[in-house]
């Protein structure tokens, strides 16, 4: 099942349940249960939003082999957590816009994202999927410049619309074997599976849930695989007028426009 977040007629956002080319339009909460309604809106000409608006982005880096050896400093020994600010949160088609004070290395990071659907404090591995509601695609948009730079990674990583979700959570999915390409330009930058990850969605949910509780609403982005901008010679940073696709098998394609700041 696919939930959407759209804007009605009315400028109000809703959300509804993805059926061919159509969206049933939902009553209800996202976390305590939606209802499908009579009406319906077509899914083409439709703005979707980002499909929730998240209490947390807790964000993992490193959890590709690939990746972690071309960002440098090894396979890490546990996961490497690091936040992004909800105020970065845009959705599909949503324009990402360089920051006028960072603009010349940014870079793109496709990822699979979880959003936990119920409270989760000390989950162990084998319960941890049992309070997910769903999965969506993300992009975890960096400055690197300012991430190498400071002294840790929250700013070059939480910049206005750097961090796109979409198009919809999908609730039925395994997330243990997904395909996952990012693409700008129409050309396929990253190509890997979520089976590569170092730390899977179980161990990831279980470990950040021993420290600290996951609420409703709570997304945890995944890591993303080898091929990044930034390791590639020369390196590919993102320019305006470039279209970033995140795509992973089982979910969709989430799209984004890159712009300069006005």
């Known amino acids: 099942m696919k939930i959407v977040r759209f804007l009605d007629a009315a400028g109000e956002p809703c959300h509804g349940f993805v059926e061919g080319d159509r969206i049933r339009v939902a009553a209800g909460d996202l976390f305590d249960g939606l209802a499908p309604t009579a009406r319906t809106v077509p899914l083409a000409g439709t703005r979707l939003l980002a499909p929730l608006a998240p209490v947390n ?47 010349r290395a940014v870079d793109f990071e496709a990822e699979l994202a979880v959003v936990i659907g119920r409270a989760a404090r000390n989950v162990g591995e084998t319960q941890a999927l049992d309070y997910v509601l769903g999965y969506t695609c993300a992009n975890d948009v960096s400055a690197r410049d300012c991430q190498r730079g400071d002294e840790q990674w929250c700013r070059g990583k939480s910049f206005d619309t750097f961090c796109p979700l979409g198009p919809w959570i999908e609730t039925e999915l395994d997330p243990s074997g997904c395909t996952i390409r990012g693409r700008v330009g129409g050309e396929t930058l990253q190509d890997a599976n979520t089976a590569q990850l170092i730390f899977n969605v179980p161990c990831l949910i279980s470990y950040l849930s021993a420290g600290m509780t996951l609420l409703p609403g709570t997304v945890i982005l995944t890591g993303t695989p080898g091929g990044v901008g930034s390791a590639r010679q020369p390196p590919r940073y993102l320019k305006p007028g470039d279209v970033m696709e995140v795509e992973i098998g089982g979910i969709g394609v989430l799209r984004n426009r890159v712009v300069a700041a006005p």
């Open 57 to 103: 982005v807790l964000a993992i880096g490193r959890n590709y082999k690939a990746h972690a050896e071309e960002w440098g400093g090894g396979v890490p020994r546990a996961p490497v957590m690091f936040m992004k600010a909800t105020s970065s949160v845009i959705g599909p088609e949503a324009d990402v816009v360089l920051p006028g004070i960072a603009p």
